[in-house]
């Protein structure tokens, strides 16, 4: 499984931007799909995620500014971020919960991962 993150670059404080991250390769489901995000010195927190049947979570940072939403046919999660602030520059990296199947000897066998996106930046600067 690989993701593919793209969206990310500068954009001046109370502007917006908008990320997306698809999955590709033997993905029989996606429960979780998610956004993280790592500023330098510190460590990676979670920005919003969303499981499969829509419900969504976000850190307290970020609510009412960022929505997160995914395209299940595309198998692709997006994070619309609005009202940036400086503090949100950061590398974002998107996750997902995921799982596989395999056919083998007249059997189907299931696996489920955690995946990492190669991470985008997101810098908010005037």
């Known amino acids: 499984v690989q993701l593919q993150a793209s969206g990310g670059g500068l954009v001046q404080p109370g502007g917006s931007l908008r990320l997306s991250c698809a999955a590709s390769g033997n993905i029989f489901s996606i429960n979780r799909m998610g956004w993280f995000r790592q500023a330098p010195g510190k460590q990676r927190e979670l920005v919003a995620n969303?499981?499969?049947?829509?419900?969504?979570n976000y850190a307290d940072s970020v609510k009412g500014r960022f929505t997160i939403s995914r395209d299940n046919a595309k198998n692709t999660v997006y994070l619309q971020m609005s009202s940036l602030k400086p503090e949100d520059t950061a590398v974002y990296y998107c996750n997902i919960d995921a799982r596989s199947r395999t056919y083998k000897s007249g059997s189907y066998y299931y696996s489920s991962n955690d995946y990492w996106g190669q991470g985008t930046q997101v810098t908010v600067s005037s």
């Open positions: 969303i499981i499969s049947g829509g419900s969504t």
